[in-house]
């Protein structure tokens, strides 16, 4: 998962994109990157780490400009080297810098496309600098010295019809204005706003509204899928659709986990799908537990906060932070090895025993991926002196890889894959377990806006959105991963020997 945004401002925008990256930090801690335009001339800062860590005084001072993007990122495949840090740029047509959340799905035939008919050279392994080379060939093919709002369109048109699977993206071309495009199922999401000063009206597009939020500009509406928009260097905003057959469908992940709560995302406001979310779990024990005897509902830190405080409120039973996190320690969700991602999960939570000793407690997390937190998790609670320990996901069983810009493992590394819920609670160790139905995570989310035909559940149903994943790609996509997790655990352990430390931010 990654964050992108893009201001057209009338002053200087990269104090404005720096805060607006920190405010999407949750969105990818592995590299950050800023690019900002003035007088036909780009000023770039990409590196791996924190945005905290990548832009010092003396970067900040050379992003000049009244218009620019950002991203931060997290890798879903190949590798975390700093050179796939983004935005990306070509010097061909006009100057074009591109940054891009999601994951295409058909990368290998586009780039193969790219080299020996558009003639262009693709230099790392990003899907993103082929989304760039894409858009970049078709603006050029409009032959235009100055692109207008036509030319721009019709070159989102045919990125549209050349490359399949999930994009939100911004992109600055040099001297003219920031183009923003979503992908025809809108997948990902992504939104705009606007404020307005004395020197005139400004625009701001960003992958969470928070980000807008933060910096004063009002929420006008997400991008449609298959919608791009046109922000000229002077504030002119123009929009159009650019896909046919564009149908809404987005990650409903995004509400289990990844975005900010205090988010709203295609009209759905976050905060309160997790609220509902814990409404349907609480329902769901009354009737399988009518007798439970839980006596006290603790949430695993942070996301699943919401859920847990509801499902209290709704059972009558006692809430309690039982755990304490320690935020200065990366996320587990795709750290490398499992030996790697059971130390770290007592790194980042220690229990205060006198809320688990001898207590019947209900732990609630937001979904179960590989399980190895959730039994170490476990295990602490008993540790505690808990008498029994129950755990709730509020989220279904995930038994399916992710291909649309989630870094979810291989099948066969899911916990739920190819088990049943009961072989689950076994193997995490819990007195029982409970998992949200899938037909009340789409009603949690659906509430928020009944216009949304359906949301893209993959990693619940393995059926994809898109309709072209393949059991061949799956296997692809498993190995790709599969190598770079190695490499980055193999790095680690060289990292240890050798007493130098390693950045290991390269988790969700």
Known sequence: MCGIVAIVSKSNVNQDLYDALTVLQHRGQDAAGIVTCQDDRFFLRKDNGLVKDVFRTKHMMRLAGNAGIGHVRYPTAGTSSSAEAQPFYVNSPYGITLAHNGNLTNTHDVAEDIFKTDLR??????????????????????????????????????????????????????????????????????????????????????????????????????????????????????????????????????????????????????????????????????????????????????????????????????????????????????????????????????????????????????????????????????????????????????????????????????????RTEKEVQEIIGADWLIYQTLEDLIASAHEGNPDIVEFDCSVFTGQYITGDITEDYLTKLEKLRGDRNEALWEASKEASHTQVPLDLHNDV
């Open 121 to 418: 050279h693709v230099n790392t392994h990003s899907d993103s600098e082929v989304l760039l080379n894409v858009f970049a060939h078709e603006l050029q093919k409009q032959g235009k010295f100055r692109p207008g709002p036509d030319e721009v369109f019709e070159a989102v048109k045919s990125v549209h019809r050349r490359v399949r699977g999930a994009y939100a993206a911004v992109a600055l071309i040099t001297g003219f204005g920031v183009v923003a495009f979503r992908d025809p199922h809108g997948i990902r999401p992504v939104c705009f706003g606007s404020r307005e000063t004395a020197e005139g009206k400004e625009y701001m597009v960003a992958s969470e509204s928070v980000a807008l939020n933060s910096l004063g500009f009002k929420l006008e509406r997400d991008i449609a899928p298959g919608e791009a928009l046109y922000i000229e260097i002077d504030g002119t905003l123009h929009s159009a659709q650019c896909a046919e057959n564009a149908v809404l469908a987005p990650c409903i992940f995004e509400h289990v986990y990844f975005a900010r709560p205090d988010s709203i995302i295609d009209n759905i406001s976050v905060y309160k799908a997790r609220m509902r979310m814990g409404d349907s779990l609480a329902a769901r024990i009354r009737e399988n537990f009518p007798d439970h005897d839980i006596d006290v509902i603790i949430p695993i830190p942070d996301t699943s906060r919401t859920a847990a405080l509801q499902m209290a409120f709704n059972l009558g039973v006692k809430y309690r932070e039982g755990f304490i996190k320690n935020r200065y320690i990366g996320r587990t969700f795709i750290m490398p090895g499992q030996q790697q991602r059971k130390k770290s999960v007592r790194q980042k939570l220690n229990p205060i025993d006198l809320e688990f000793r001898g207590k019947n407690v209900m732990l609630v997390d937001d979904s179960i991926v590989r399980g190895t937190t959730c039994r170490e998790i476990v295990q602490m609670a008993r540790d505690a002196g808990a008498n029994k320990v129950y755990f709730a996901s509020a989220a279904p069983p995930v038994r399916y890889p992710n291909v649309y810009g989630i870094d979810m493992p291989a099948a066969s590394d899911l916990i739920a894959h190819g």
